[in-house]
């Protein structure tokens, strides 16, 4: 690095890792960036920026794939120019994002929700924060002509996000061309996060979440959510509970086209006890079963899913438990994208590690083999059943399940976020 960029950094008050230091001392024009969470995207790309505004007459663009993470890039832009830049500033509005300094240069954070707006003119250095969530086609028709007529540089830095456009570019960083360079570079290699919180991280999330959150890891869309699923087949069904163990029950409800599900977990060993599919029947025969299980085993927790007819479902159920002979609590889980991916995620943690066991149940068995990562035309990636095929099973079990984060079996439910509490 520079000896001028360095003392620049110092006046900042910014010590770069040596990672980050390895990105800043690159002359490449295009320099692309792969790397883990809490790594140091947002500290460098500020950094970066405001060392590029030191040259006369710079445009300099930061853009990031929301507004939302827009305003988290500007925070720590805008707070350095306050500590030690602010005499070098001619304007600052904090209203567009944008500082204007004293030599002639500008510096404006863009949220790329909207690529119609980042259409421009040309920019001398573009930085695209979290590049991996920016629409290809915003960088395409938008972002990369700004660049042509000033020759400008470019900076992208993300966590990988499957092998879309920013993996195109992370490869083309490794050909060989002296105009680009790329990294990989993990979150352990940030001096500043505690070992502990890798540790803590590995054993929460599923291995392919990992390896891409915080391994900085291109990992394909492609292939299955629980490739485990063979290896924690074990036990039986029971016919009653076991004295001195607690039963959790998890619901997914259907009717006509689709199968309800009700799986029975045993917490302290979280082994599948009991198990029932029903398919056409109507829904307060299908309520009487659920009660008639959750009573055969003293079922102390029992989640099922409140999205739709659901809540009716739920308020019935939250009804007939309060006629029962001991205490059992009744929650209601509400889907929707990013709650399934978290129910989803966990018990893929479980398989993988092996947490719980279940007897050969063939519809069981069949949809968790079947179960596989999907990309969504927005982009994102999702985990469901291939079409034509059921997850009831799937997500009764995860829901059975859910409570295993803490393995209390303590009645106390802590909401959080989507996941409510519902009994009154």
Not at 176 to 186: E, F, K, L, T, V
Request: hydrophobic residues 40%.
């Amino acid at each position: 690095m520079s000896e001028d960029k360095q003392q620049f950094f110092e006046r900042l008050g910014y010590h770069p890792h040596p990672g980050q230091a390895l990105f800043h001392d690159s002359p490449a024009r295009f320099r692309i960036l792969a790397c883990g969470r809490r790594w140091g995207k947002s500290q460098a790309a500020a950094a970066e920026a405001l060392y590029a505004a030191q040259t006369p007459g710079q445009r300099i663009w930061v853009v990031a794939p929301t507004y939302q993470l827009t305003k988290r890039i500007w925070r720590e832009v805008y707070g350095n120019v306050l500590r030690r830049l602010k005499d070098q500033a001619a304007a600052i509005s904090r209203s567009e994002l944008c500082i204007e300094w004293k030599n002639g240069s500008l510096l404006h954070c863009r949220s790329a929700d909207n690529p119609l707006l980042l259409v421009g003119e040309g920019i001398h250095l573009l930085i695209l924060e979290e590049a991996a969530r920016v629409a290809e086609i915003a960088y395409i028709e938008s972002l990369r002509p700004t660049l042509t007529d000033t020759l400008g540089r470019l900076v992208a830095l993300s966590t990988p996000r499957g092998r879309n456009w920013f993996h195109r570019l992370f490869l083309k960083g490794r050909s060989g061309d002296p105009d680009w360079i790329s990294w990989q570079s993990p979150t352990a290699d940030n001096p500043h996060i505690a070992p502990s919180e890798l540790v803590a991280a590995r054993s929460e999330l599923p291995d392919r979440s990992f390896r891409q959150e915080y391994g900085a890891e291109f990992v394909s869309d492609e292939g299955s959510v629980f490739p485990e699923a063979d290896a924690c087949i074990g036990g039986e069904l029971l016919e009653r509970p076991r004295p001195g163990f607690t039963y959790w029950l998890g619901a997914d409800w259907g009717k006509a086209v689709d199968y309800t599900a009700l799986v029975v977990l045993e917490a302290e060993t979280g082994q599948v006890v009991a198990f029932d599919r029903l398919k056409g029947l109507p829904w307060h025969l299908q309520i009487e079963r659920t009660v008639a299980l959750a009573c055969r085993f003293g079922t102390r927790r029992l989640v099922c899913d409140r999205t739709g007819l659901g809540d009716v479902l739920l308020e019935t159920l939250q009804r007939a438990a309060r006629q029962l002979p001991f205490p059992c609590r009744v929650e209601g889980f509400r889907f929707d994208t990013v709650s399934k991916q978290e129910l989803l995620d966990h018990l893929a943690v479980l398989i993988e590690g092996r947490s719980i066991a279940y007897p050969p149940l063939p519809p069981l068995l069949e949809e968790l083999r079947a179960f596989e990562y999907t990309r969504t035309p927005s982009g994102h990636l999702g985990m469901s059943a291939p079409p034509g095929q059921h997850d009831d099973c799937v997500i009764a079990l995860a829901l059975a399940c859910w409570n295993l984060r803490t393995r209390e079996p303590a009645l106390e439910w802590l909401s959080a976020g989507r996941r409510e509490s519902l009994e009154e």
